[in-house]
């Protein structure tokens, strides 16, 4: 099996209301690429978050008193912290320079993934208002125009309990399910399996995440092509939830 990872050369610094599914398009045919059945197209959220103009300007934050206390307790900028309060539904730990909360979208992460990087100063991207709609609509345009079947998936940069390090991270997906549950198949031994469940887009977007990068690189899409699994996990109407889990089965919440 070979998998091969293409990052699209050309995109610009985008602007809010630019067309992010053109912007894509025009890349992959200025460079030629022979898109693919099965290809999968993977997008950085800043891209999609500043197209869709989903930008906070930190001088309008007024900072609430809730706000100065974390940042005390965090050092970190009280306006941040005011921002990610205003994009979480709960704070789940604070500490040195992050705060651990779950965001509207009922992803649990650092700082309610609140972007200051890729945007100019006193500015800040919160993750796009619905990732899955905003795949959804660029795999749709795509496979249009060049007749392909495809998948998108919307990619974030996160850190994990216990693990030092921020790896890719799939927060909206459309045309590929995003969990590969394996269960009832067979290991080498014959043994089957009980309880595996992969979760196949945060591979895919940790691969991507090579590719793309975390400064200067200026690659935010990738395509990964060659993925064996595609027409298993195809699913026309698929979204993210299945790789959220669910607060009850959360032992570290309890």
Known sequence: MEIKLIGLEGIPLVHAGDNVAQIIKDSILNMNYDLKDGDIILIAETLI??????????????????AYEIAEICKKDP??????????????????????????????????AIDESNIEDGLATP?????????????????????????????????????????????GCSGINPLWVRIGEKDLYGRELETTEI?????????????????????????VSGFGAFNH????????NPLIRPKEFDVFRK
């Open 49 to 66: 978050s500043k197209a869709e103009g989903n930008i906070i300007d930190l001088n309008e934050i007024e900072v609430s008193k809730k």
């Open 79 to 112: 306006k941040i912290v005011q921002v990610i309060l205003d994009n979480s539904t709960e704070i789940v730990e604070i500490g040195p320079n992050f705060i651990i909360c779950e965001t509207k979208h009922g992803f649990v992460c650092a700082n309610a």
């Open 127 to 171: 993750i796009p208002e619905n990732p899955d709609e905003s795949a959804l609509k660029i795999r749709r345009y795509l496979e249009e125009e060049f007749g392909k079947d495809l998948a998108v998936i919307v990619t974030d940069t996160q850190g994990r309990a216990f693990r030092i390090g921020a790896i890719g991270t799939a927060i």
């Open 199 to 223: 979760a196949t887009a945060d591979e895919l977007a940790s691969a991507a995440s090579l590719i793309m990068g975390q400064a200067d690189e200026g690659l935010p899409v990738v395509i």
């Open 233 to 240: 996990l195809r699913d026309d109407s698929s979204n993210i």
